[in-house]
């Protein structure tokens, strides 16, 4: 039986109790709740506008069409991500084309971004990886507009500006298990210009042309509960980091590979560690013991499209296995863990 899950949302009293607010005011749809959090989300991330959509994967769509992104174009994107990514290149009507990962950022690498590079190439997506912060700077350099992917990374700081500042656009994702949890929800941030086109496209009806749309809408009711989530973000920030620090103490010495660390902040959406044998294995260790870990990735993208060229992507995915690691984690468990990791890898 498994008694540390994988990831757990940190729900107090104060997020029931917004939530219910809401529901008991019968104003349940896209509402003041969803314009408030939107006022919050432009301060807390330092940007001109925030426009809060369904989901992530809808704001990553949505972004690429506010860029204008469509039949003709490519996007630049991970093998090694989520396939979220690839939808929502595919449904702005764009080729998504693949890139290997960077096998220290664990998010794609800017090399390989370059030689991928054509007249066609009109956005690249960036996500920082597991809440490990990525240096924008080199894929800036290569002169179509970013999409910084702050899915798994909110609350981090890059460059002395909030992370999703510095990018064309940035995207957010509220999912139950992401830094701050609505159950779903996404954002795109950036330019007031360009968030007011994601604020049009999220509706569906009363618009002179008829058009494809589509209702990308969040509801009042979890975006109160995303508001009461924002207030805490810090405090979520800080004992994830505390949580990944003593991993690191405990597993300096073990069989396997800790994040990088460098000079950059990263909030460790995921704990991910690199092994020389099959992740599976050790996954099926910790299970016995009663701990769920799991791959951080379900396959790499090129696996699914059936393409060869991504031997990092290959590596990662062969090799990389995530740990319990969220702010709801209590100090046993996280002991719990460790020991049972290190048990499994003296195996
Ligand atoms: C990097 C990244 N981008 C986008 C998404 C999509 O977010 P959502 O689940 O809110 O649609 C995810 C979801 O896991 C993700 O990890």
Redesign the pocket.
């Known amino acids: 039986m498994i008694r540390v899950p994988h990831a757990r949302p940190s729900i107090t009293e104060q997020d029931v109790e917004r939530v219910a607010a809401v529901v008991r005011s019968g104003q349940l749809a896209q509402g003041p709740e969803v314009a408030a959090l939107e006022r919050e989300l432009a301060v807390r991330l330092a940007v001109e506008a925030a426009a809060v959509v369904a989901?992530?994967?809808a704001a990553?769509e949505l972004a690429l069409r506010a860029l204008e992104v469509g039949p003709d174009h490519e996007v630049l994107i991970p093998s090694y991500?989520?396939d979220?990514?690839h939808h929502a290149v595919t449904r702005a009507g764009a080729a998504p084309v693949l890139v290997d990962a960077d096998p220290e950022t664990l998010s794609l690498s800017a090399k390989d971004a370059e030689a991928r590079l054509t007249r066609r190439t009109r956005a690249i997506i960036v996500?920082h990886?597991f809440g490990l912060v990525v240096d924008l700077a080199p894929f800036v350099a290569l002169g179509v507009p970013v999409v910084e992917?702050c899915?798994?990374a909110l609350g981090a700081p890059l460059g002395g500006r909030p992370l999703g500042a510095t990018a064309a656009l940035g995207v957010c994702?509220f999912?139950a298990t992401k830094m701050i949890a609505a159950g779903?929800g996404?954002a795109v941030i950036g330019s007031g210009r360009l968030v007011a086109r994601v604020r049009d496209a999220r509706e569906y009806d009363e618009r002179e042309a008829l058009a494809p749309r589509v209702n990308a809408k969040l509801t009042d009711m979890q975006a109160a509960l995303a508001r009461s989530q924002l207030a805490r973000l810090d405090a979520f920030v800080a004992r994830r980091r505390a949580i990944a620090a003593r991993y690191r103490a405990r597993l300096a010495r073990a069989d396997c590979r800790l994040p990088v660390e460098g000079d950059r902040p990263h909030v460790f959406h995921r704990f991910v560690i690199g092994l020389d044998r099959d992740p599976v294995t050790v996954q099926a260790a910790l299970a016995a013991a009663g701990i769920a870990a799991r791959r951080p990735v379900f396959r790499p993208l090129h696996r699914a499209l059936g393409l060869e060229g991504y031997p990092e992507a290959e590596r990662l995915w062969s090799s990389a296995l995530s740990i319990p690691c969220y702010p709801a984690l209590a100090d046993g468990e996280v002991e719990d863990v460790a020991d049972s990791l290190l048990a499994a890898l003296r195996r």
């Open positions: 989901s992530g994967t990553l991500v989520c979220a990514l996500p990886p992917d899915a798994q994702s999912y779903e996404g």
